[in-house]
């Protein structure tokens, strides 16, 4: 991320039950009202604020970190870093693009000239989808000349490419087209994607519904923020970490600072996701995300320590989780069938207002051995405040696995998700159970129905 000096910014406050539900109301109201600004995208928007449905596979957090020390090496190897005009950077470019090219990607390496140096941008293109439709997702490459800048921006780099190479993987077909970029002399100025976007014609980025953006997605004392300019973009993040029980906040210390600028500055949707840089953790943060307060969320930020030690696993994994989850609900496509076998139960459970658990049984039989350690379930939970449930999949052991904690400030409606839940301690057949508490007063709702998928 560019460097720009600024003031700590506190936490925002909480709202309370009742403002959250004036403000959903409101924004309710806008949107029946056809009021709503900005252009309609296939997301969840902020007046449903719902969950979002489990799109996209996991993505293993151990392939991400093993694309970071590739990096690392690359740096180690080429003086310390891999910033604009340096050998590292080329190399860390080349690496990237031998990936794609064997995943089966189009890919460009596009040349500019900054800083007396050449620079190089990487965009790849996954075959297939509406080209007039374009879901693109990007992160700057280059580090600065301190340091090898492995969380930045090595992180969303990473990040970006494994996502990728999970398209491939999972032999997915978008309705729409996808796009993929890493962008050099970032630290300069956002010097690579102004040049892209500057030598794009008008009709081309017409023609990109959303563009995402990643700058650092794995500080060792992480924050959880999510970019506000576009409001459908900003929920579809948002209702995501819900679902997960995971707080969000706007992000306001990379505002203006990263690869999203030149293409929101010609009138393209962005978003993206942000752990933090220079500034410092407060109190309330450190309450809501862990961490120490009053320290950078990134000590090592532009330093000579930015290496593959500066990164914080859980946040990692998250927030690439995260992009996964965007790329594949924005573009609408389909994945190849896994050929896994499904249970399911549409049968209908009321769930007691502040009242005792609920359990909707479905029975698996015909299998052998135990479940998968990727098994995945769906539910369909119907609640005027989901932040009262407490759900689990029971397993016919009689162990519980948790999907979902309470969360007195989550105030959306409903839980309609999937989960993926280790199994493998557990015999296939026998009885499963979906077990629901509602653990507060004053809402009420149900189970619609659920799914195994072995």
Known sequence: MLELSGPTLPARPRRSRTGALLATGATLAATLLGVASGPAL????????????????????????????????????????????????????????????????TTTVQQFTTGGATGYNLVADWPGGDTNHVVFAGAHLDSVSAGPGINDNGSGSAGVLEVALAVAREGYKPAKHLRFGWWGAEELGMRGSSYYVNQLPATERGKIDAYLNF??????????????????????????????????????????????????????????????????????????????????????????????????????????????????????????????????????????????????????????GNAPSALKASVDIK??????????????SGRAYRLKDSSGNDSADDVIATYTVDGSGETANGTWKLRVQDIAAQDTGRIDGWKLTF
């Not at 996209?56 to 310390?80: F, Y």
């Not at 609640?383 to 016919?396: M, N, S």
């Open 42 to 105: 296939a997301v969840p928007t902020a007046a449903t604020a719902r969950p979002v449905a489990a799109a996209g596979p996991d993505i293993p957090v151990a392939n991400v970190k093993a694309h970071l020390a590739q990096l690392q090496s690359i740096a180690t190897a080429n003086g310390g870093n891999r910033a604009h005009g340096r050998p590292g950077y080329k190399a860390s470019l080349d690496y990237l693009k031998s990936k794609l090219d064997a995943a089966g990607f």
């Open 215 to 368: 700058d650092m997605i794995g500080s060792p004392n992480p924050g959880y923020f999510v970019y506000g300019y576009d409001q459908n973009l900003k929920a579809l993040f948002e209702n995501w970490f819900a679902a997960k029980n995971i707080a969000t906040e706007i992000d306001t210390e990379g505002d203006g600072r990263s690869d999203h600028a030149p293409f929101q500055n010609v009138g393209v949707p962005v978003g993206g996701l942000f752990s933090g840089a220079d500034y410092r953790k407060t109190a309330a943060q450190a309450q809501k995300w862990g961490g120490t307060a009053g320290q950078p969320f990134d000590r090592c930020y532009h330093s000579s320590c930015d290496t593959s030690a500066n990164i914080n696993d859980k946040a990692l994994d998250t927030n690439t989780d995260a992009i996964a989850s965007a790329v594949w609900t924005l573009s609408g496509g389909t994945t190849n069938p896994p050929g896994g076998k499904v249970f399911e139960s549409k049968s209908q459970l009321a769930i007691p207002d502040a009242g005792a658990a609920v359990e909707s049984p479905l029975t698996v039989s015909g299998l052998t």
């Open 383 to 396: 609640h005027t405040w989901r932040g009262d449930l407490v759900v689990d999949l029971v397993g016919p």
